[in-house]
């Protein structure tokens, strides 16, 4: 079955800088990738997806990217605010959602 | 129009006890998904329904734990002899069509078993 592996676990930047967060998975046939963003005690979030006849995404100041031959994605995000920290979860499917462990990303002002 | 909701927002119940978590998904999403998230951890998938079937249920813990979509909609997971390790909170998630489509989420039901 799929695996999908998150970096890091924890990632603090300062504000206004970028931060990248990591994954990768095992099962060639997923084909739809999401990032969702989720605060404390609240829902998950979807911020971004992307499929796997696509490389690379980007919504204003987020952007992901997919290497399938790699097997991996990543989550840009540029010019980081303090609303932005939470923590992020990828995901990888083929028709359910098999997803990583989660960034808690830190903002410091 | 209206997201995905699920009722109760909390539930706190005893060992061995039974409880339902209801699911309503956005209104023509055909697709319903039950989710698990425990503190610190992402979200682990329960079950997937297609219209009124559980297309994959392989995600269900035991056989204590059974769903049910039985108009195609609204979704009801129930739970059988409780014990303090079914502590998470539920998530719902419905998504328009099904394989690969964005799935949208529940606010979730916090489930204590004390």
């Known amino acids: 079955g799929e695996n999908v592996e998150q970096h890091p676990s924890t990632l603090s930047v300062q504000e206004g800088d970028s931060a990248v967060i990591k994954c990768t998975y095992s099962d060639s046939a997923s084909n739809y990738f999401p990032w969702y963003k989720q605060e404390l005690g609240k829902r998950p979030q979807l911020i971004i997806d992307i499929r796997s006849n696509v490389g690379e995404k980007k919504d204003q100041r987020i952007a992901v990217t997919l290497n399938k031959t790699a097997k991996h994605f990543s989550l840009h995000i540029t010019e980081t605010q303090p609303e932005d920290s939470a923590v992020y979860f990828c995901?990888?499917?083929?028709?359910?959602?098999?997803w990583g462990a989660g960034t808690k990303l830190i903002i410091k002002p | 129009g209206a997201g995905v909701s699920q009722t109760p927002s909390n539930k706190v119940t005893e060992k061995g006890k039974y409880v339902e978590l209801r699911c309503d998904p956005i209104s023509g999403h055909t697709a319903l998904y039950w989710y698990r998230q425990s503190l610190g951890q992402g979200p682990e998938f329960l079950i997937y329904f297609q219209g009124t079937g559980a297309a994959d249920d392989s995600g269900l813990p035991n056989d204590r734990f059974f769903a049910v979509r039985p108009e195609g909609s609204v979704s009801t997971l129930k739970i059988q002899r409780t014990e303090r390790g079914d502590s998470a909170v539920y998530l719902c998630a419905s998504s328009l069509a099904g394989a690969g489509d964005t799935q949208y989420f529940g606010p979730g039901t916090r489930l204590t078993v004390l």
């Open positions: 995901a990888a499917s083929n028709y359910q959602l098999i």
